[in-house]
Structures are given as C-alpha cells and as structure tokens.
T-cell receptor
C-alpha cells in the first residue's frame, strides 16, 4: 500500500530535550516536505526537499533541522524544543508526474513540549 | 504572493442537504487549486484538483468545485451531505517558485453534519 508513515504519532517532551520525528514514504517520490498545523493558521511549511541531499527552508524553519540522506526518509529534528513548537506535524511527499503539488500526507505527529 | 481565504470557519448542514464551502484565492499567475479533507485524527487527503483544464472539477465522494476566475473563487459543493462528510476541509493554492512546489493552505472549514 502506497503510504507516508510518521513516528511517533504522539510525543510529550520537555523543553531542551532533542527529538527526532521520522518520516518515510514507499512511493519513490523525489519531493518531501514538513508542515505544522496550528489552530486558525492552517498548515505552514517548515522545510522541503526536492531530492536526496537537497533541502531548503519553508515559511517557518526556525528551531528545526532536516536531512535527506535517502530518498524514502526525511526526518525532522528539533535540537532544543520549546513550548511554541507544540503543534501537529505532517510529512508529505510527491513526484514530478503530479507536478509536485498533489501531495500525499502522513497521519500526523502530535507534539507537546512542556 | 499567493493566498487563500476560507470564508467560513465552521459550517453545519443537515444530512441529505447541500454543502457549500467557500474559498477565495489570490495568485499572481494561473493557479493550481485544491481541496483537501482531514477527518478526525487522520492525515490530509486530496479531494480534488484544478489545473487550468475544465473549470468544473469533480472529486471523490461526490464533491465538486468550480473555478471562477472573474470572482477569484473555488467553492466546494456537494448535492447531499452524508454523516461521513464531517471533517475539516482546506482550500489550497499552489505556486512553483525557486524550485519549491509551495502549497499555501487556507485556515480550514469545519463541516458538521446534523442527523
């Protein structure tokens, strides 16, 4: 089954404790992206990657890092999480055949930073 | 710069009655427009997509949307609401710039279906 998976689905942590949210897709998509969803704000892009070893900032990259060492994986790293990063996070992927704009989304990771 | 405005944050309709979710967009170029749906505790799923072909776009689960350039609108409709349609709906505009396929999301419309 074609899908985007994220782990963990739920995470409660404390300020300053480094964490990684994993994202993996099995569709051989070149393009992957991370979004955060906050009430009343819709989804906002954090980082995106057009292919392996190619990443760039989205609209709200502060406090986040990403890497793209393999085509299927695109982890989101929070080096020193803060309470304002409490949010619902989505990973998405797409490919050239879809013009990169028809994106497949993972199930989401709900992060709480205390 | 591109943007979308969803005119209603919450819409309630009775089961079996029509659904109308309103979206206006702003884009410098001929836009690609989408509607995504998010069911509770689920990821987002593409409902339908407009990319400068037919202005009336049909999607999954009986939904459709009409692109009206003169009104800069892309409203989502369904003739008869079903209980399973209860979800949050996002209008999205796409713009390709600097190599990034950037999706700009509206703030969402929560659809409630009254039995």
């Amino acid at each position: 089954e074609a899908q985007v998976t994220q782990n963990p689905r739920y995470l409660i942590t404390v300020t300053g404790k480094k964490l990684t949210v994993t994202c993996s897709q099995n569709m051989n998509h070149e393009y992957m992206s991370w979004y955060r969803q906050d009430p009343g704000l819709g989804l906002r892009q954090i980082y995106y990657s057009m292919n392996v070893e190619v990443t760039d900032k989205g609209d709200v990259p502060e406090g986040y890092k990403v890497s793209r060492k393999e085509k299927r994986n695109f982890p989101l790293i929070l080096e020193s999480p803060s309470p304002n990063q409490t949010s619902l996070y989505f990973c998405a992927s797409s490919d050239r055949d879809r013009g990169y704009n028809e994106q497949f989304f993972g199930p989401g990771t709900r992060l709480t930073v205390l | 710069a591109q943007s979308v405005t969803q005119l209603d944050s919450h819409v309630s309709v009775s089961e079996g009655t029509p659904v109308l979710l309103r979206c206006n967009y702003s884009s410098s170029y001929s836009p690609s427009l989408f509607w995504y749906v998010q069911h509770p505790n689920k990821g987002l799923q593409l409902l339908l997509k407009y990319t400068s072909a037919a202005t009336l776009v049909k999607g999954i689960n009986g939904f459709e949307a009409e692109f009206k350039k003169s009104e800069t609108s892309f409203h989502l409709t369904k003739p008869s609401a079903h209980m399973s349609d209860a979800a949050e709906y996002f209008c999205v505009v796409s713009d390709r710039s600097f190599g990034n396929e950037k999706l700009t999301f509206g703030t969402g419309t929560r659809l409630t279906i009254i039995p």
